[in-house]
């Protein structure tokens, strides 16, 4: 028998003086993720791009854990290389860095604007690749830290009306093993969620086409689009000792939308 059966417990999932960057924590996913991690004991640090994160930081307080709001434009390079550093002026460390933010802009493809393609990627791959190398080379000396990126069922199938959005998540799935690759040997875990269909800021226009709200909803084994806090357990996981044997993995959270 391993002598390790005896040690496992629920403080595996505990996240106690560990420090999490989550950036596009105003709202939506980005928000839920902040919150399940102060619940599970983590001290955050939120990123957003107006500075407003005054709902978060409530949620982070009545959960007893400190908040410290950043705010970066994260289609901005220098503003991006800024969050790492930042975060370890005001905490000493970085445990935990979930790269959340991410932006859509949808078009038909034909007419699709090339200022929107770069927007789009700027924002939702060269900040995520740019931050996770910052926050690993802090990560890389105590030999300790998880990456979660957020990628997207567009990270396993094409979508329509979104070429950038697509092509920057399935670049997210891609990044997430390279980086697993490299920094297993350090005992840093980087994964992904992919996100199914959620009810959030995002997906408000989906929803409100009623015809493409009852394509999408039919096709959903659990036939609901989920709420953020459906995603709650699955950041804790990935960000607590409980998940470090794992690596480079992109977990689907989509009431069975790739099961289909
Ligand atoms: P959301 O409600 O639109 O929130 C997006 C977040 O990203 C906001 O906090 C937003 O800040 C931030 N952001 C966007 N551009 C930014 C920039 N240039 N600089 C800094 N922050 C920026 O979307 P969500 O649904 O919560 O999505 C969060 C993540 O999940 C995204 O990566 C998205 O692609 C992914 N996702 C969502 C779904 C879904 O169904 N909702 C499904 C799969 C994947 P502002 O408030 O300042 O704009």
Redesign the pocket.
């Known amino acids: 028998m391993s002598t390790n059966l005896r040690s496992f417990s629920l403080d595996y999932f505990n996240l106690n003086g560990k420090i999490a960057i989550v950036?596009?924590?105003?709202?939506?996913?980005?928000q839920a993720y902040a919150v399940a991690l102060a619940k599970a004991g983590a001290d955050l640090f939120i990123v957003?791009?107006?500075g407003d994160c005054e709902e978060t930081r409530q949620l982070i307080m009545e959960a007893g854990r400190r908040a410290e709001c950043f705010q970066?434009?994260?289609?901005n390079r220098k503003e991006v290389k800024q969050v790492a550093a930042k975060c370890v002026e005001v905490f000493g460390k970085i445990d935990i860095l979930v790269n959340?933010?991410?932006?859509?802009l949808r078009s038909p493809l034909v007419e699709y604007r090339e200022e929107d393609w770069d927007k789009v990627m700027e924002?939702?791959l060269n900040s995520l690749y740019l931050l996770s190398q910052e926050a690993a080379k802090v990560m890389v000396e105590p030999r300790s830290g998880k990456i979660i990126n957020?990628a997207?069922?567009l990270s396993f199938q094409g979508g329509k009306f979104v070429p950038p959005y697509t092509a920057s998540k399935h670049a997210v799935a891609g990044l997430t093993k390279a980086f697993a690759n490299e920094l297993a040997e350090y005992n840093i875990q980087i994964n992904a969620i992919a996100?199914g269909?959620?009810a959030?800021?995002?997906?408000a226009p989906i929803r409100a086409d009623e015809k493409r709200n009852a394509e999408i909803l039919s096709r959903i084994p659990a036939r609901r689009w989920a709420d953020p806090s459906d995603l709650m357990g699955t950041v804790v996981f990935l960000a607590s000792k409980a998940s470090d044997y794992m690596n480079g993995h992109i977990v689907a959270v989509d009431g069975g939308w790739l099961a289909r």
């Open positions: 950036t596009g924590a105003n709202k939506g996913l980005g957003s791009r107006s970066a434009d994260l289609s959340n933010a991410g932006t859509i924002v939702n957020i997207s069922m996100p269909y959620i959030t800021d995002n997906t």
